[in-house]
């Protein structure tokens, strides 16, 4: 949609979550067969996690909602992670200090900007003017 907002529906909101749900349980699977022979612990690992995404959507829905900025930073994150396993796997070393480093200091500075959003936001509905600094 061009010039406007997306919307979405409860019915399609439900069926991503789904997907994610599934995506993130066959994750917490393959984990849990890779971390034991026991069956109980595997069922374990898998109800907790789909517990766990369940109660969580909602609140992470809203504060991706309210904070679209970070959605366009998880995705950087993303890539960045990717660009270096693709480079680990043509032979060239990316140190893991540098990638956290990256990523720690970018979370830094998002958190500052959605810090200073707030306070826009309050001073606006305060009726308080802008300052220039």
Request: charged fraction near 15%; aromatic fraction near 6%; avoid cysteine.
């Amino acid at each position: 949609m061009v010039g406007g907002a997306a919307k979405l529906t409860v019915g399609a909101a439900i069926v991503q979550i789904l997907i994610l749900d599934l995506v993130f349980s066959v994750d917490s699977i393959i984990t849990a067969v890779g971390m034991t022979d026991e069956i109980a612990i595997m069922f374990i690992a898998v109800i907790s996690a789909v517990i766990v995404m369940l109660l969580a959507a909602e609140p992470l829905s809203r504060f991706i909602a309210g904070n679209p900025t970070i959605v366009m930073l998880a995705l950087a994150f993303l890539l960045m992670i990717g660009m270096t396993l693709i480079a680990d796997g043509l032979g060239f070393h990316v140190p893991k200090g540098y990638i956290y480093a990256a990523m720690g200091f970018s979370a830094l500075v998002e958190s500052l900007n959605m810090l200073a959003r707030r306070k826009r936001q309050r001073d606006k509905a305060a009726g308080i003017e802008p300052t220039a600094h």
